[in-house]
T-cell receptor, first 113, second 113 residues
Framework: SQTIHQWPATLVQPVGSPLSLECTVE??????LYWYRQAAGRGLQLLFY??????ISSEVPQNLSASRPQDRQFILSSKKLLLSDSGFYLC????????????FGSGTRLTVV | QKEVEQNSGPLSVPEGAIASLNCTYS??????FFWYRQYSGKSPELIMF????GDKEDGRFTAQLNKASQYVSLLIRDSQPSDSATYLC?????????????FGAGTRLAVHP
């Protein structure tokens, strides 16, 4: 069966520090992968998506970047965090045309202080 | 106008009652629609999806879709306290060669004994 892993679960980082969040998928190949952010009391905002190794598309201008070094690995990064980067970061994947929706990872709660 | 509109709630219903959650969307090109449940501090989990106009039933849940009115709803029969969560509506859009879900901000449901 397919599973998706995210880590860490929680993170407290000072303003100006770097960030690296990792997401891996098991039990499938060539998934479409997504990074979403959910600010407190807000909806899910799509940040990045990837249809394959090295292929990254950005939805909105961010202080963030993403990379996909391997088929089942998706990384979210920042060189210098801002207070506004705080939120709940979710990785998601779909197989093929996504007829059955996304499956989300357990998320990383990031607090920038 | 937001792409996906949901009443933020909270929607308070007594145990055993029917909870009705509503969602409107702006993109007429949306072909399929997903409902996710999100418990506080957790990642969203898929409850149901619907593609065709009309009703789709799965256990205590019924999704209703009216594409002409750009309206989708979720009914929860025999509501239980364990149904207390935020419910996210997400139309699927195919754009630029990939699928993405556009999420509403969610409706918070509170089921009281």
């Amino acid at each position: 069966s397919q599973t998706i892993h995210q880590w860490p679960a929680t993170l407290v980082q000072p303003v100006g520090s770097p960030l690296s969040l990792e997401c891996t998928v098991e039990g499938t190949s060539n998934p479409n992968l997504y990074w979403y952010r959910q600010a407190a009391g807000r909806g899910l905002q799509l940040l990045f998506y990837s249809v394959g190794i090295g292929q990254i598309s950005s939805e909105v201008p961010q202080n963030l970047s993403a990379s996909r070094p391997q088929d089942r690995q998706f990384i979210l990064s920042s060189k210098k965090l801002l207070l506004s980067d705080s939120g709940f970061y979710l990785c998601a994947w779909i197989q093929g045309q996504g007829n059955y929706g996304y499956t989300f990872g357990s998320g990383t709660r990031l607090t920038v202080v | 106008q937001k792409e996906v509109e949901q009443n933020s709630g909270p929607l308070s219903v007594p145990e055993g009652a029917i909870a009705s959650l509503n969602c409107t969307y702006s993109d007429r090109g949306s072909q399929s629609f997903f409902w996710y449940r999100q418990y506080s501090g957790k990642s969203p989990e898929l409850i149901m999806f619907i593609y065709s106009n009309g009703d789709k039933e799965d256990g205590r849940f019924t999704a209703q879709l009216n594409k002409a009115s750009q309206y989708v709803s979720l009914l929860i029969r025999d509501s239980q306290p364990s149904d207390s969560a935020t419910y996210l509506c997400a139309p699927r859009r195919f754009s630029g060669g990939y699928n993405k879900l556009i999420f509403g901000a969610g409706t918070r449901l509170a089921v009281h004994p």
